[in-house]
């Protein structure tokens, strides 16, 4: 199918309406839409909250005049299906569109099974997509590889010196960046479902692994994968919360005496699986679809052994300490250099003294 | 002492002529010089070469006009004493300048004896100093140390993955960064007396450590820190240069038989001291001022114990490899994280896929 350079720049506005929202609206994709007629922008909309309106219905009601005629420009491929709304081809239909452009199909297999392209041409609208449809799908990685895989989209972030160090040779890590840096990482965490980290960090940082500094609404999940749970973890930062959002993936199943005070505190178990990939696979049922994981070194060597790292975000300080601390990633590694995973595409931030270099090691299609 | 912005901006240039030379002039300073006179430039100069005139005296023969009454800027206090040229007050005094303006004092005892100030003012030459001192001092880093302690000025170059690695788990480097970047570390052996690696570098390697693509007409030294020479070293690169600038430092003195294959291969060696600092200071007598460490993380790891990095080049590809591969410091390390070695300035070079960090650990005053 072929596009005007105007049929772009509207996609790339939809795009960017997508991009904006507030806050995440996972297990959702990220939706945006915009509604052009006599090639003027008469309304935009996008998905803000999961179990709202879908981003072509509050890009419709957002019109200050008719749409009839209309073309509307789509991230992705309108719903035929009702789901927690009522079908966005019903009211594409209803309100006469004379033409409906999106970027991606919907690898829902719900979407997919009620094939909105025939049901909108079947009614006479004009139907085209495939337009900025790598770009749609960056930013819904999460979503695709969620629906497509049944594991979580994950994205390992750590802190290093400049000589590729985690902590001191004593362990000491605090801190390898400076506060403005590490504020960075809280709008990090603000767009990911959950934030992991493995035993070992728990245990010695006993972190808080929420967003600080009013970023946004809804905190990540909290996830430690550990053996075993022990009494002392019922004194850690994260037993304080109790709101249902902290869980455990445990080795073994808890002792009945621990199994009623993980209830009383509000603190939710996995069971760990044959290997990392199936333990992960479980929390698509508590709707996380993206995970950021912070360390440790053994945590993300696990992660790399089975390729499940699809993101990086790497802060490096300026900072050099020498000795025998950690590296980032251990685990069994990769043998040559010409095999190692490399990130797809580098994006760099520079803070006062600290950089993070960040970017994909996998694309879902 | 105060100046106009137009003293800064003269003296600017003249720090512009000093950096823009083509090559190396140590032992001697970096030196650039520009007279003015009714506030134009009528002339500029630089040191371009070691045994060649002063920075001063190639200003003074490039005006094409009379330089009595003018002002010369000049970036180093200028020389009272004959070396391999004659005194460069002498040539001030003699061309009848009115003014001189110079950013830092020379810290050669040499030249301090003689009082250049004293000199000129007795001359009825006004003089003043101390404008972009700083500056003036960055340039020269390694001269002022050598002069001033006696050890060489070494720069610790190291490449790693995103991971902070140096090689994967079997030891595999080739190649971390692309030919782009490892071209640009050519130019940093260009502006370095020499090149030195560690035993297992060398021997796991074999490099040539010199500097290809053209880039300087003086290579470096070749110097290799091991315990013993061993027959084998004999076919290795090095051995093939034959051009007198392979040095050896070695713990024990090499046998006869040794010592003479050594001499047939124009190889240079010098015998280990108790410590590094001192193993370091001898290499002045062959006039090395500056170091190029490329490695292995034990090299680096003992001179960042004995405070001799003064300067760090940081490539950082963008490649994941995890495992127990070397982190590029070793040593004893630095215990707490907020007592860390740190750069003093942070500068950032982006290649086509690389990053390379790079800054001074040290100053010398």
């Known amino acids: 199918m072929t596009f005007t350079k105007e049929d772009a720049s509207f996609m790339q506005m939809a795009l960017e309406e997508a991009i904006n929202i507030q806050d995440r609206v996972s297990p959702n994709p990220r939706v945006g839409a915009v509604i052009v007629k ?3 922008v008469i309304s935009k909309g996008a998905h803000q909250k999961f179990g709202d309106n879908h981003a072509e219905i509050n890009a419709i ?6 749409v009839k005629d209309a073309t509307i420009y789509i991230t ?5 299906h009702t789901g927690k709304t009522p079908p966005c081809t019903d009211a594409i239909i209803k309100n006469k569109f004379k033409k409906v452009i999106f970027a991606m199909l919907d690898p829902n297999p719900k979407v997919s099974k009620n094939n909105s392209v025939q049901l909108l041409q079947k009614e006479n609208i004009d139907v085209s997509y495939g337009l900025l449809e ?9 979503f695709i590889k969620s629906i497509k895989t049944g594991i979580p989209y994950n994205t390992a972030k750590w802190a290093m010196t ?8 004593s362990g000491d890590s605090k801190w390898i960046t400076e ?3 590490r504020e960075h990482v809280h709008q990090i965490r603000s767009i990911h479902d959950a934030v992991l980290v493995g035993k070992n960090t728990f245990e010695n940082d006993d972190p808080s692994l929420n967003c600080r500094y009013d970023i946004t609404s809804t905190q990540p999940y909290r996830i430690v994968m550990c053996s075993n749970f022990k009494e002392e973890y019922l004194q850690s930062k994260l037993a304080l919360f109790q709101d249902n959002k902290t869980i455990f993936i445990l080795k073994d199943k808890p002792i009945t005496d621990f199994e009623e005070k993980l209830k009383e505190h509000k603190i939710a178990y996995i069971l760990q699986k044959n290997n990392l990939t199936d333990s992960l696979k479980q929390l698509l049922s508590f709707n996380i679809q993206s995970i950021l994981i912070e360390g440790g070194s053994l945590m993300m060597g696990s992660l790399l052994d089975e390729n499940l790292i699809d993101y990086v975000y790497s802060y490096i300080g300026t900072k050099i300490v020498g000795g025998s601390g ?4 251990a685990g069994q590694g990769i043998d040559k250099m010409n095999a190692a995973t490399h990130l797809l595409k580098q994006n760099l931030i520079s803070f006062n003294n600290d950089i ?4 994909p090691i996998n694309f879902y299609e």
Chains 1, 2 share one sequence.
């Not at 790598?134 to 999460?142: L, R």
Request: charge should be negative; aromatic fraction near 2%; include cysteine.
């Open 38 to 40: 006599d090639n003027k």
């Open 61 to 66: 009601e957002n019109a200050e005049q008719s």
């Open 356 to 359: 993070c270099l960040h970017g």
């Open 326 to 329: 950690s590296s980032p990633i």
């Open 76 to 80: 992705l491929e309108p719903c035929s």
């Open 162 to 169: 400049l000589d590729g160090k985690t902590n001191t040779f």
């Open 179 to 181: 506060s403005s840096t």
């Open 134 to 142: 790598n770009e749609a799908k960056e930013i819904n990685q999460p």
